[in-house]
T-cell receptor
């Protein structure tokens, strides 16, 4: 299985809502990543987990809260988001940091 | 700022022709580079990678060239097909924090029938 899955595919939420994005991989990868991608822009790194521990936080606002419950799962908890947070949120995993990252299809998030 | 950039935001080629997408990087210490393809509504898909101890690497219909002297990277796609239409990103791994992949702005490749 060489696939990274993400749910939901689309999410619409209000600024007072709490929601979560989920990512799963069964490739045995120990590094997992969250990226944010705005329209017509490249992906921008948000968080890196290595062996289930947060190793990089790219100064992301606290309204985004990542969680890695086990080596196969990665969550991104969302609370009190702003309309400018609307974007495609991509999850990726890799077997090592000097190896290719496999990306999921993303969750298209709209904040009203 | 970003360590990678692209020369052209868009590129159109005729089906069957070869295409070349260019990328420049600024950090001479960068030592690992990846090309990704992103189709509309999908996540980036790995195409090919190259490490700094190589000048050239070939895959199926794709070739990546690395010129460390001028800090330039290119992706050549041979005999382009309609399915090659996508946005192509080069990315490099920050050698100071090897977990951080930095993407260039992307080139939109359109294959004309």
């Amino acid at each position: 299985d060489t696939e990274v899955t993400q749910t939901p595919k689309h999410l619409v939420m209000g600024m007072t809502n709490k929601k979560s994005l989920k990512c799963e991989q069964h490739m045995g990868h120990r590094a997992m990543y969250w990226y944010k991608q705005k329209a017509k822009k490249p992906p921008e790194l948000m968080f890196v987990y290595s062996y289930e521990k947060l190793s990089i936080n790219e100064s992301v606002p606290s309204r985004f809260s990542p969680e890695c419950p086990n080596s196969s799962l990665l969550n991104l908890h969302l609370h009190a988001l702003q309309p400018e947070d609307s974007a495609l949120y991509l999850c990726a995993s890799s077997s090592g940091h000097y190896n290719e990252q496999f990306f999921g299809p993303g969750t298209r998030l709209t904040v009203l | 700022g970003e360590s990678v950039g692209l020369h052209l935001p868009t590129l159109s080629v005729q089906e069957g022709d070869n295409s070349i997408i260019n990328c420049a990087y600024s950090n001479s210490a960068s030592d690992y580079f990846i090309w990704y393809k992103q189709e509309s509504g999908k996540g980036p898909q790995f195409i090919i990678d190259i490490r700094s101890n190589m000048d050239k690497r070939q895959g199926q219909r794709v070739t990546v060239l690395l010129n460390k002297t001028v800090k330039h990277l290119s992706l050549q796609i041979a005999a382009t097909q309609p399915g090659d239409s996508a946005v192509y990103f080069c990315a490099d791994l920050d050698p100071q924090g090897a977990q951080k992949l930095v993407f260039g702005q992307g080139t939109r490749l359109t294959i004309n029938p």
